[in-house]
C-alpha cells in the first residue's frame, strides 16, 4: 500500500543549486520533497540549471522532466515562483524582469517574512571575486567539484560493502582545509555587508553548496545550500521563523535533520 503523508504548507520555500545537467544530482531527493511541501511563495536562488555542463554534454533525463512540470503546476495552482540566476543558469539573466509562465526572472529581490523582517535574496555570485574577476579559476573549481563527485562515488561504493554511511570529500573539504573555509567566511562577510548596506535584516543565497544559518555578523545569514549532495532548503513557517531542512527521505521522516532559527 502507498505511503500518504499530509503536505506541508509553509509561507516561503528557497531551494538553490540543484544543477540540472550535472550527472551526480539529487533531483530524485528534490522531487519528493516538493511533492511534500508546498509554500504561498517558492524561491529558485539560482545555479538551477547547470548552462555549463548542458552547453558540453547534453544530458536531460525524464526526472527533470518532472521536477520542472512539478514547478509549474504549483505556479499554476497559485504559489508565487521567482527565479534568481546564477553563475551556471547565467544566461537566463538575458531575460530579467520577464516571465515564462508564471515564473519571473530577477536579479535580487527583497521578501517580507510574516514577523516584518526584510531578506535581500539573491544567489551569491556577483559577490564571488573569483567568478566575477577570474573566471577561468572558477571553471577549474567546477573541474574539481566534479571530480571531488566522482571519487566520492568510488569511496561511497566501498563504504556501502562495508556497511558503513555516505561521507563526502568536497563536504570535509569545505570543513577542514583552512583556504576553503576562509572563502567561505569571506562570502558571508561580503553578502552580509550588502546586506547590511541595502537596509535589510538578513540574506538568503546560495552559491558555494554550504547550508547555514547563523547572526555571527550582525545581519542574519542564510545559505540554502544545494541538491548535488547535501539536499537542503529553506522555509518560513506561518509563524516567520527559518527552518533550515536536510532532506534525508520520507521514510526517514523521524530521522530527518531540521534547525529552525527565528529571524532577527
Same mark, same amino acid.
Given at each position: 500500500?502507498?505511503e500518504?503523508r499530509?503536505?506541508? !504548507?509553509? @509561507?516561503a520555500?528557497?531551494?538553490?543549486? +540543484? ?7 539529487r +533531483?530524485g531527493q528534490?522531487?519528493e520533497f516538493l511533492?511534500?511541501?508546498?509554500a504561498?511563495?517558492?524561491? *529558485?536562488?539560482?545555479d538551477i540549471l547547470d548552462g555549463?555542463?548542458?552547453?558540453k554534454?547534453?544530458h536531460?533525463?525524464n ?7 512539478i514547478l509549474?503546476?504549483?505556479?499554476a495552482a497559485?504559489?508565487?515562483?521567482i527565479?534568481?540566476p546564477? /553563475?551556471h543558469?547565467?544566461?537566463?539573466r538575458?531575460?530579467?524582469g520577464?516571465?515564462?509562465g508564471? +515564473?519571473e526572472?530577477?536579479d535580487r529581490?527583497?521578501h517580507?517574512t510574516a514577523q516584518g523582517k526584510?531578506? *535581500?535574496?539573491?544567489?551569491g555570485d556577483?559577490?564571488?571575486v ?5 573566471k ?5 573549481g #567546477?573541474?574539481?567539484y566534479r571530480?571531488?563527485?566522482r571519487v566520492n562515488?568510488v &569511496?561511497?561504493?566501498v563504504r @556501502? @560493502?562495508?556497511g558503513?554511511?555516505y561521507w563526502?570529500l568536497?563536504a570535509?573539504?569545505k570543513?577542514? +582545509?583552512?583556504?576553503a573555509?576562509s572563502?567561505?567566511?569571506r562570502?558571508?562577510e561580503?553578502?552580509s ?5 541595502s537596509?535589510?535584516?538578513?540574506v &538568503?543565497?546560495?552559491?558555494?553548496h554550504?547550508a547555514d544559518m547563523h547572526d555571527?555578523?550582525g545581519?542574519?545569514?542564510i545559505n540554502?545550500?544545494?541538491w548535488?549532495?547535501s ?5 518560513e /513557517?506561518a #509563524?516567520?521563523?527559518?527552518?533550515? &531542512? ?9 530521522? !530527518?535533520? !531540521? ?6
Amino acid at each position: 500500500m502507498a505511503e500518504t503523508r499530509e503536505v506541508r !504548507r509553509v @509561507r516561503a520555500l528557497f531551494i538553490s543549486d +540543484v544543477h540540472l545537467g550535472m550527472r551526480p544530482t539529487r +533531483v530524485g531527493q528534490l522531487i519528493e520533497f516538493l511533492r511534500y511541501h508546498d509554500a504561498e511563495t517558492i524561491y *529558485l536562488v539560482g545555479d538551477i540549471l547547470d548552462g555549463w555542463r548542458l552547453a558540453k554534454s547534453w544530458h536531460w533525463p525524464n526526472e527533470y522532466n518532472v521536477l520542472t512540470q512539478i514547478l509549474l503546476d504549483k505556479a499554476a495552482a497559485g504559489a508565487k515562483v521567482i527565479y534568481l540566476p546564477g /553563475n551556471h543558469d547565467e544566461f537566463l539573466r538575458e531575460y530579467l524582469g520577464t516571465y515564462f509562465g508564471e +515564473v519571473e526572472f530577477v536579479d535580487r529581490t527583497v521578501h517580507t517574512t510574516a514577523q516584518g523582517k526584510t531578506y *535581500l535574496v539573491i544567489h551569491g555570485d556577483q559577490f564571488d571575486v573569483v567568478v566575477r574577476h577570474a573566471k577561468w579559476l572558477a571553471y577549474v573549481g #567546477d573541474w574539481a567539484y566534479r571530480f571531488a563527485l566522482r571519487v566520492n562515488i568510488v &569511496i561511497n561504493w566501498v563504504r @556501502r @560493502r562495508l556497511g558503513l554511511t555516505y561521507w563526502s570529500l568536497s563536504a570535509w573539504a569545505k570543513h577542514k +582545509v583552512k583556504n576553503a573555509v576562509s572563502v567561505i567566511g569571506r562570502f558571508e562577510e561580503a553578502l552580509s555587508l550588502e546586506a547590511r548596506q541595502s537596509g535589510v535584516d538578513g540574506v &538568503i543565497c546560495g552559491h558555494i553548496h554550504y547550508a547555514d544559518m547563523h547572526d555571527r555578523l550582525g545581519i542574519h545569514y542564510i545559505n540554502t545550500g544545494d541538491w548535488v549532495e547535501s539536499c537542503t532548503a529553506i522555509v518560513e /513557517n506561518a #509563524d516567520g521563523a527559518f527552518e533550515l &531542512i536536510k532532506w534525508t527521505g520520507i521514510q526517514q521522516e523521524g530521522r !530527518r535533520f !531540521r534547525r529552525r532559527k527565528e529571524a532577527t
